[in-house]
């Protein structure tokens, strides 16, 4: 697979997407991540890497629920702050022998500039998220969606 020029996202990026900004590569610490709120649905965890790739997952370990966000990034993974399983960021799946896997989210890096689609912000998708049985209602405002203050970075 080729990435476009100036790309260095971490996830695929589905055809057709629509995009949007949330914030700059830069704003996003190496070796850390910005937690990106939603109008419906948890938080969403931007990661940078160390080599400035970058990926997207819901904020929660697929454990019990632990801030990704929060975690300390190490190659292409990030330990949970609460238990320390290791999550990769690319797929989003806890290292073995840990199982559970938690929701991805399609980063555009163009010029810059960090974007995520549209339509996976807008999804609620709760699915992925530990102990969480409830149905979420669907919602399409993701515009509202914000980047919040950076989370710690790593040692
Ligand atoms: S909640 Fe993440 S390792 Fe337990």
Known sequence: MTPAP???????????AQWKTICRVDDIPRLG??????????????FRTADDRVFALLDRCPHKGGPLSQGIVFGDSVACPLHNWTIGLADGCAAAPD?????????????????????????????????????????????GASVESPAKTAA
Request: hydrophobic share 40%.
């Open 6 to 16: 100036d790309a260095r996202a971490g996830s695929a990026s589905p055809a057709g």
């Open 33 to 46: 991540a910005r937690r990106v709120s939603r109008p419906h649905g948890a938080d969403i965890a931007v």
């Open 99 to 143: 199982v559970g896997c938690v929701q991805r989210f399609s980063v555009r890096v163009s010029a810059g500039s960090v974007a995520l689609d549209l339509a996976e912000l807008a999804h609620p998708r709760s699915d992925a998220d530990p102990g969480s049985a409830s149905h979420a209602a669907g919602g399409n405002d993701a515009a």
